[in-house]
């Protein structure tokens, strides 16, 4: 089992810089694929990243490529989100997941695909 939860969410005007934290708890957190997703008021939750245990494997939605950048730390059990030149349309609520299957085998973009997931935080972009 493993829990996840968010942090690091905030108002900022567009342009700003924000850093996301997905702190985990669970004994086999340092070997799950992890990834962040985002949900906007009445949309569909979408795929931002993802990364492989040991950080060697990255993936990215196109629209924050660039922008953002996911990273993990095993030793502090906590997987981050780096989000630069944030725009209005970046707004929503931001969720960690994580999943133990190793990367490669399946669609880490598919939120539905993920066996954890924690509660999100929110992000509002200001024009």
């Known amino acids: 089992q493993v829990q996840l939860v968010e942090s690091g969410g905030g108002l900022v005007q567009a342009g700003a810089s924000l850093t996301l934290s997905c702190a985990a708890s669970g004994r086999t957190y340092s070997r799950n694929v992890m990834g962040w997703f985002r949900q906007a008021p009445g949309e569909e939750r979408d795929f931002v990243a993802s990364?492989?245990?040991?950080?060697?494997?990255?993936l990215y939605a196109d629209s924050v490529k660039g922008r953002f950048t996911i990273s993990r730390d095993n030793a502090k059990n906590t997987l981050y989100l780096q989000m630069n030149t944030l725009k209005p349309e970046d707004t929503a609520v931001y969720y960690c997941?994580?999943?133990?299957?190793?990367?490669?085998?399946?669609?880490?973009?598919?939120?539905?695909?993920?066996?954890?997931g924690g509660r999100g935080t929110q992000v509002t972009v200001s024009s």
């Open positions: 990364i492989n245990w040991n950080s060697a494997s990255t």
């Open positions: 997941a994580a999943d133990p299957r190793g990367w490669g085998s399946w669609d880490t973009s598919n939120p539905g695909e993920y066996r954890y």
